[in-house]
T-cell receptor, first 114, second 110 residues
């Protein structure tokens, strides 16, 4: 069965510092991996995805994520955090058939302090 | 393109009442899904559809029905609302491996 784990409920970082939001996954076959962001009282916005190819994926708003097959991880990173990055971040995994069935992690709240 | 739209934005129901959450997309996407979001649990898949006339169950389908008579619309029906169905519901459509989410419907069942 597919699963996703986000081990941190909350990540706190100072503005201007690098940030990392962690995600590990379990899936049979080649995974489709995604990061979404949710601002208060809003829907989910797509940030980036890994399907195949380069292990370092670049996405929206300066975010990037590194796919590590041996560690089954897909951590979200940004070199310099902004206060406006404060939000709820979700990692999700889909199988290679990709019929729209995503398994989500429980979410990590990112707090960026000025 | 309006993208994925959902109505209503907010709804209060009494236990036992039924209602339909509407979802529509104008992007001609074949795949659509319904999720519910509960605190600390992420999003969980309720039902999904790979095209008009084809639906299937997700992780938490009990208490919900769906149909897909057109590509554009994918309504979610609560047959007899229960307090455990208090949640935020998101509809999504899929294009090129990426799901695009609607703004959500916040449902409170008393």
């Amino acid at each position: 069965a597919q699963s996703v784990a986000q081990p941190e409920d909350q990540v706190n970082v100072a503005e201007g510092n690098p940030l990392t939001v962690k995600c590990t996954y379990s899936v049979s076959g080649n995974p489709y991996l995604f990061w979404y962001v949710q601002y208060p009282n809003r829907g989910l916005q797509f940030l980036l995805k890994y399907i195949t190819g380069d292990n370092l994926v670049k996405g929206s708003y300066g975010f990037e994520a590194e796919f590590n097959k041996s560690q089954t991880s897909f951590h979200l990173k940004k070199p310099s955090a902004l206060v406006s990055d404060s939000a709820l971040y979700f990692c999700a995994v889909g199988g290679s058939s990709n019929t729209g069935k995503l398994i989500f992690g429980q979410g990590t709240t990112l707090q960026v302090k000025p | 393109n309006a993208g994925v739209t959902q109505t209503p934005k907010f709804q209060v129901l009494k236990t036992g009442q039924s209602m339909t959450l509407q979802c529509a997309q104008d992007m001609n996407h074949e795949y659509m899904s319904w999720y519910r979001q509960d605190p600390g649990m992420g999003l969980r898949l309720i039902h999904y559809s790979v095209g008009a006339g084809i639906t299937d169950q997700g992780e938490v389908p009990n208490g919900y029905n769906v149909s897909r008579s057109t590509t554009e619309d994918f309504p979610l029906r609560l047959l007899s609302a229960a307090p455990s169905q208090t949640s935020v519901y998101f509809c999504a459509s899929l294009l090129q491996e990426t799901q695009y989410f609607g703004p959500g419907t916040r449902l409170l069942v008393l």
